[in-house]
């Protein structure tokens, strides 16, 4: 009984009330289905990728199973963070659980940049002292992988789009083109015999991987680190904010977002009256939401004295 009593009163202070931020703590929409399909499909031919890569004795058919082993637990930290951030705000997170998502893409974004660094490590070896490798073999095993692959990014265009589910895709069309150079490299060594083509490949598609990894790298870093959403202009809000009539000045603002494309407010105003406050706080609300698109707004009103 004293559990329910809790989860009750905790559900009431975190309810949204008339005039509330339309902004909620939990993701309901999201469904997880293609997620787990798209990390079956992918687990299961990182399996296949690996062993017939060491089998031919292909470095970018190795780096491809790689690939495919980082994608699958992408999209299994993907799949997690979907569910946790499904779960309702608590006594001990009030926030709820929506930043699960951006953790789970900066995590994911951190295990390709090692990636990367040992398939050009192990490339640079390959250069100096080139191996034998099975072109045909490799050629085989990469076209099918490349078919795998466009059929995860296309299950997981059809979900719901959010900054992890990006993530996931760009892993996918990462290790689509991993594939395609692998289809490359085994038809050059197949048909002409030439092995420092496994490994040059291996580092243009880690180079690719790598500009792509930069960019959901910078966002879920920007996003975890409650840095002002890209579409706002803090300076700008400060400036539109003393506009409002009644407000003499404006200290103490800090914007970020709650979840992605739901952005916050919450800061200090000087007014000339403290009676002018419901009329002041109206005119504010109205202003944020028309011009910056923030209506979850938490202002504290303070006279000059």
Excluded: C
Excluded at 73 to 98: D, E, M, T, W
């Amino acid at each position: 009984m004293p559990n329910q009593q809790a989860q009750e009163s905790s559900a009431h202070l975190h309810a949204h009330l008339a005039g509330d931020a339309r902004h909620a703590h939990v993701i309901e929409s999201r469904s997880q289905k293609s997620m787990a399909l798209a990390l079956g499909l992918t687990l299961l031919f990182s399996v296949v990728e690996a062993v017939t890569g060491f089998m031919s004795n292909s470095l970018a058919l190795i780096s491809d199973a790689g690939h495919m082993l980082t994608d699958a637990a992408a999209l299994g930290l993907a799949l997690l963070a979907q569910v946790i951030a499904k779960r309702p705000p608590s006594a001990r997170h009030s926030f709820g659980f929506v930043r699960a998502e951006a953790l789970a893409a900066f995590v994911n974004s951190l295990a390709m940049l090692v990636l990367v660094s040992w398939i050009v490590y192990e490339a640079g070896h390959r250069l100096t002292s080139p191996q034998p490798v099975q072109g045909g073999t490799v050629l085989v095993v990469a076209a099918i992988g490349a078919a795998i692959n466009i059929v995860v990014a296309y299950v997981l265009s059809r979900g719901e789009q959010s900054i992890n589910t990006r993530a996931a895709m760009i892993n996918v069309l990462g290790d689509l083109l991993g594939s395609v150079a692998a289809i490359v490299a085994g038809a050059v060594i197949h048909f002409t015999g030439w092995m420092r083509i496994d490994p040059i490949l291996s580092i243009f598609v880690s180079l690719l991987i790598l500009r792509s990894t930069a960019g959901i790298l910078r966002e879920s870093y920007h996003f975890l680190m409650e840095g002002v959403p890209h579409q706002i202009d803090y300076l700008q809000v400060g400036a539109d904010l003393q506009t409002v009539p009644g407000v003499l000045s404006v200290h103490d603002l800090h914007v970020w977002d709650m979840s992605p494309g739901n952005p916050a407010l919450i800061g200090h105003l000087e007014i000339r009256d403290l009676g002018e406050w419901p009329a002041v706080l109206q005119a504010v609300r109205q202003m944020l939401l028309d011009k910056h698109g923030i209506d979850h707004i938490t202002l504290q009103p303070e006279t000059h004295d």
